[in-house]
């Protein structure tokens, strides 16, 4: 496997491991009540704070992630301003990077930008996920490397998108496409959902959820007249009870492809769809199904070339037509290209889509009328920086100030344009959960701190939030080890705690296992713990110490 070497490598790649955990705070009145509030997350902030503020929730359970990072063109004005304690990188921190020949560190200050973010990203794919990453000619060379050494062996295609229609360009030839990078975490694990071309299986069945098209059941061509198949001429029966004949173009009579009973027992499966044909004739038709990916999983292929899934231009008027004609947002995805990536992806039911550079919040739309299309219950989790908006542009002109408030809002009209019941909880970053934070009183809420420790402790999420029992400081268990945390969020409180000989041993009695107990204090000595199988670790300085 190739690798990729660059300034600063040393210093980011393990980088992700370094960054505190943060607790994620609700913002009660940006948040929007409906069915999946709970799930569907909007969260502002830096995305490499909050990926790792995601981890005890939601590791191993993205089904597919999709992201849109600076393309480097020297034109976006973004900053380096990942906090890494090194001083080449120290250097680096709240400069503008600029363009080729003016900043000659540009392509390793994007590779230390993305590094720790892909290595997060793939702790929170599920062994199954997939991600697509977008990126044009500025930094795709580069990408697909540092993306197979954070994916290794995870590499499933390198798609064209048409993502611009054919203007004038300012170099001897036109750049109509741009890429799109896709990774699985598991290559073995990932089966693909169809890249359904709409065209072919244009419909679906929200009861079997999938898609079909239709075939006619009336035969055509040779042989198609009741002379030549006498035993295929009878009469069926629609949805309303309306008999009816198999009867040709020009009033003559035909014959169906199938014999009766075979007909019969795909009505009553419902096989079939009725409609009215030409001149009003009634028509009976054959569903086909999309095969599903039991059947097609060792055949399915994504087309690397996306010509049928809009441009720039589509996804422009699309946010303008949600915020009263003014161009919010400079080259939005349109939401077409995003439902597609999401079908391959196989993401349904109520599979997790995450998009860590939300812009303007197409992955949310994109998520939420799939959603109406199928039925189906997929999540979405939208991370958006604080990024200003400057004054002059559209977006400002029009009362917003920073692109999360464009997120938020989008999000919102999609909602309201849909007439779903659809909500979303908004996040604030909180405080990070550290020792410095800790000893100063700046405490998280007690299920907060349990899921980071269940998390450290066991490396998994805690899916059973509700098991939480504060009284008993109980946390959860994974493979008969328990996890404890004696905690409380109330300083003075929390310096009287302690592991005692009398918890201890009330503890063991309830539970024999090994149990790992966070707490600030313990008053047992090696022999003690050994006893009662307890393993110590001391909050706040050991917090992070494997176990």
Not at 232 to 251: A, R, T
Not at 311 to 328: N, P, Y
Request: net charge negative; charged share 30%.
């Amino acid at each position: 496997m190739a690798s990729l070497h660059f300034k600063g490598k040393s210093a980011v790649w393990n980088h992700h491991l370094s960054v505190p955990y943060h607790t994620l705070e609700k913002d009660k009145d940006s948040s929007i009540n409906g069915d999946g509030d709970v799930e569907n997350l909007i969260v502002e902030g830096d995305n490499l704070i909050a990926l790792k503020a995601l981890l005890p929730k939601y590791q191993n359970r993205v089904k597919c992630i999709y992201i849109d990072p600076p393309y480097n063109t020297g034109n976006e004005g973004w900053v380096y301003n990942d906090n890494v304690n090194n001083p080449l990188i120290n250097t680096w921190v709240g400069q503008t990077v600029g363009k080729e020949g003016e900043d000659f560190t540009r392509h390793d200050k994007w590779l230390c930008m993305m590094a720790p973010r892909l290595k997060l990203l793939r702790e929170l794919l599920s062994d199954d996920g997939v991600i697509f990453v977008s990126i044009d000619d500025n930094e795709v060379g580069n990408l697909r490397v540092l993306m197979e050494e954070c994916f290794p062996s995870g590499f499933i295609s390198q798609m064209s998108w048409k993502g611009k229609q054919g203007a004038e360009d300012d170099t001897y030839y036109r750049i109509l496409h741009e890429h799109i990078l896709v990774f699985a975490k598991n290559k073995d694990r990932f089966v693909s959902g169809k890249d359904v071309n709409e065209q072919t299986y244009p419909k679906f069945d929200p009861i079997k959820q999938r898609n079909y098209k239709t075939q006619l059941l009336r035969k055509w061509g040779n042989n198609s007249r009741r002379q030549d198949r006498p035993k295929l001429f009878y009469s069926i029966q629609d949805d309303s009870g309306v008999e009816f004949f198999p009867m040709l173009p020009d009033g003559t009579e035909g014959c169906w492809r199938w014999g009766k009973e075979t007909m019969q027992k795909a009505i009553e499966e419902g096989l079939v769809e009725f409609s009215s044909g030409r001149n009003g004739r009634k028509e009976a038709y054959e569903k086909i199904y999309e095969p599903s990916q039991d059947e097609e999983a060792n055949t399915k292929k994504y087309n690397t070339w996306l010509d049928d899934c809009g441009t720039t231009s589509d996804g422009t008027e699309e946010i303008m037509s949600l915020f009263e004609g003014v161009k919010i947002f400079n080259y939005p995805k349109p939401s077409t290209l995003i439902k597609k990536l999401i079908k391959m992806s196989g993401a349904k039911n109520d599979a997790i889509i995450l998009d860590s550079f939300a812009g303007s919040g197409t992955t949310a739309q994109a998520v939420l009328e799939l959603n109406k299309e199928d039925e189906a219950t997929r999540k979405f989790i939208l991370i958006q920086i604080q990024e200003q908006i400057q004054e002059g542009k559209p977006a400002h002109d029009a009362g917003y100030k920073w692109v999360h408030e464009i997120t938020r809002e989008r999000v919102k009209r999609v909602v309201i344009a849909n007439e779903q019941d659809t909500g979303f909880s908004y996040f604030k970053l909180g405080s990070p959960i550290d020792a410095e934070n800790i000893l100063s009183g700046n405490l998280p809420s007690y299920n907060e701190f349990a899921k980071y420790v269940y998390y450290l402790a066991t490396g998994r999420s805690l899916e059973a939030e509700s098991k939480i029992r504060q009284k008993d400081y109980f946390v959860g268990s994974e493979n008969g080890e328990s996890v404890y945390l004696l905690y409380n969020d109330n300083i003075e409180e929390l310096k009287k705690l302690a592991i005692t000989l009398d918890w201890a041993k009330k503890a063991h009695e309830k539970d024999s296992g090994r149990k790992v107990v966070y707490a600030p204090a313990c008053y047992l000595d090696e022999d003690h713990l050994a006893q009662f199988n307890i393993v110590f670790v001391g909050i706040p300085y050991n917090l992070f110490e494997r176990v």
